[in-house]
């Protein structure tokens, strides 16, 4: 029975090791790319929408890297000569696609759409975190099982207004109250009038929005894995 339980002790010791930090979830994953792509300056400093070069996001169940044209579109004038785009202007020579490397890429057997969250309020942010800050992109959340039930089973924590799904710099405080109600009401079991409060919280955003868009995730086995 001691050596049984000397067993247990390390099997359940290097599962929790193993499964439940960075080496398995990825967090801190910081690939390098063929060509050097800065999403701080593309993103912040330019104001480039991410649906310009991810442009399948809001139609499609998988999202999209760009393909060479998206980049020529401006690289063909803009940093024309630039060594580091190199690659880019190879692959526009050749039609040979530029080969990024992935690193948000949800697992065969799991199932998860795009579209079916950005156009219910989920922002880019709760999954890809400050993107629009990094001037290399790195996998700042786990996408465990555990991390996507906690969105399924509390969403009023992460819903926002649709007109801010891809402004990353977006925070609760920046909701005034009047319009928002206007726009979107209050919830049926509120009875105090939120267009005279000076900030709305998150939850109260979250709650609002969950009510009037009619979310209800589930959190059965057979939502994800089909």
């Given at each position: 029975?001691?050596?049984?339980?000397?067993?247990?002790?390390?099997?359940?010791?290097?599962?929790?090791?193993?499964?439940?930090?960075?080496?398995?979830?990825?967090?801190?994953?910081?690939?390098?790319?063929?060509?050097?792509?800065?999403?701080?300056?593309?993103?912040?400093?330019?104001g480039m929408d991410?649906?310009?070069?991810?442009?399948?996001?809001?139609?499609?169940?998988?999202?999209?890297?760009?393909?060479?044209?998206?980049?020529?579109?401006?690289?063909?004038?803009?940093?024309?000569?630039?060594?580091?785009?190199?690659?880019?202007?190879?692959?526009?020579?050749?039609?040979?696609?530029?080969?990024?490397v992935w690193l948000?890429?949800?697992?065969?057997?799991?199932?998860?759409?795009?579209?079916?969250?950005?156009?219910?309020?989920?922002?880019?942010?709760?999954?890809?975190?400050?993107?629009?800050?990094?001037?290399?992109?790195?996998?700042?959340?786990?996408?465990?099982?555990?991390?996507?039930?906690?969105?399924?089973?509390?969403?009023?924590?992460?819903?926002?207004?649709?007109?801010?799904?891809?402004?990353?710099?977006?925070?609760?405080?920046?909701?005034?109250?009047?319009?928002?109600?206007?726009?979107?009401?209050?919830?049926?079991?509120?009875?105090?009038?939120?267009?005279?409060?000076?900030?709305?919280?998150?939850?109260?955003?979250?709650?609002?929005?969950?009510?009037?868009?009619?979310?209800?995730?589930?959190?059965?086995?057979?939502?994800?894995?089909?």
């Amino acid at each position: 029975m001691a050596i049984a339980g000397i067993l247990i002790a390390c099997g359940l010791s290097a599962a929790t090791w193993y499964y439940v930090t960075p080496k398995y979830t990825k967090v801190g994953y910081q690939p390098i790319q063929p060509v050097p792509f800065p999403h701080d300056i593309h993103v912040t400093q330019l104001g480039m929408d991410c649906r310009y070069c991810h442009s399948f996001v809001e139609v499609a169940a998988q999202s999209n890297v760009p393909n060479t044209q998206t980049c020529m579109n401006c690289h063909s004038q803009v940093q024309k000569d630039n060594p580091k785009l190199a690659p880019v202007r190879e692959s526009w020579k050749t039609g040979k696609p530029i080969e990024w490397v992935w690193l948000h890429r949800t697992v065969d057997y799991v199932f998860y759409n795009h579209a079916a969250h950005v156009n219910r309020g989920i922002s880019c942010f709760s999954c890809h975190g400050p993107v629009n800050h990094m001037a290399t992109v790195s996998i700042v959340e786990p996408h465990s099982m555990a991390w996507c039930l906690e969105c399924h089973r509390h969403p009023e924590n992460f819903l926002r207004p649709d007109d801010q799904i891809f402004n990353l710099d977006w925070k609760p405080d920046d909701v005034k109250p009047s319009e928002f109600v206007a726009k979107y009401g209050q919830p049926k079991s509120v009875t105090e009038d939120w267009t005279k409060k000076k900030h709305l919280t998150q939850q109260e955003i979250g709650q609002t929005l969950k009510e009037r868009w009619n979310i209800a995730p589930s959190t059965n086995c057979q939502t994800c894995h089909r």
